[in-house]
């Protein structure tokens, strides 16, 4: 009779190693999808809490504000909402003169269209370039 040793050869060494790697790849894959749905649905919710001060200026000026941050900023009703979202952004830019940024740390783009018409608050989005499909707008609310 011969006597087998005990212990895994190494094919099975490797083949152990191969599907952790793949369950591993995946989980990154999950983590950084969730990572990602998360900084779109934190710049939605400033650029909505924006859009709430942009309408709040217009019902006490009944204009819409020249500019995103200085007109906002300097008005009582709407400072409390933009010193708020400031604070949420001032660990990726610290001077309060800064305009305000969307969670990859890009300015936000606002546009008075004039006319009346509401302006336009833009988002470059994860790739983080403007007038591509991932651009998140306050239309888009």
Same mark, same amino acid.
């Given at each position: 009779?011969?006597?087998? *040793?005990?212990?895994?050869?190494?094919?099975?060494?490797?083949?152990?190693?191969?599907? @952790? &790697?793949?369950?591993? !790849?995946? !989980?990154?894959?999950?983590?950084?999808?969730?990572?990602?749905?998360? *900084?779109?649905?934190?710049?939605?919710?400033?650029?909505?809490?924006?859009?709430? &001060?942009?309408?709040?200026y217009y019902r006490e000026?009944?204009?819409?504000?020249?500019?995103?941050?200085?007109?906002? &900023?300097?008005?009582?009703?709407?400072?409390?909402?933009?010193? *708020?979202?400031?604070?949420?952004? *001032?660990?990726?830019?610290?001077?309060?003169?800064?305009?305000?940024?969307?969670?990859?740390?890009k300015t936000l783009h606002? @546009?008075?269209?004039?006319?009346?018409?509401?302006?336009?608050?833009?988002?470059?989005?994860?790739d983080k370039e403007f007038?591509? &499909?991932?651009?998140? @707008?306050?239309?888009?609310?």
């Open positions: 009779m011969k006597s087998r *040793k005990k212990g895994f050869t190494l094919v099975e060494v490797l083949v152990v190693i191969a599907i @952790l &790697a793949i369950i591993g !790849a995946g !989980a990154v894959s999950v983590a950084n999808n969730v990572v990602k749905k998360a *900084k779109v649905n934190k710049t939605k919710a400033a650029i909505a809490n924006i859009v709430s &001060a942009v309408e709040e000026t009944k204009t819409y504000p020249a500019s995103l941050y200085s007109d906002l &900023a300097g008005n009582p009703k709407t400072s409390v909402i933009i010193d *708020k979202l400031d604070d949420e952004f *001032k660990n990726q830019d610290p001077s309060k003169e800064s305009p305000l940024r969307d969670s990859w740390g606002y @546009l008075n269209r004039g006319n009346g018409n509401f302006p336009k608050i833009t988002s470059a989005g994860p007038n591509t &499909a991932d651009d998140i @707008l306050s239309t888009d609310q």
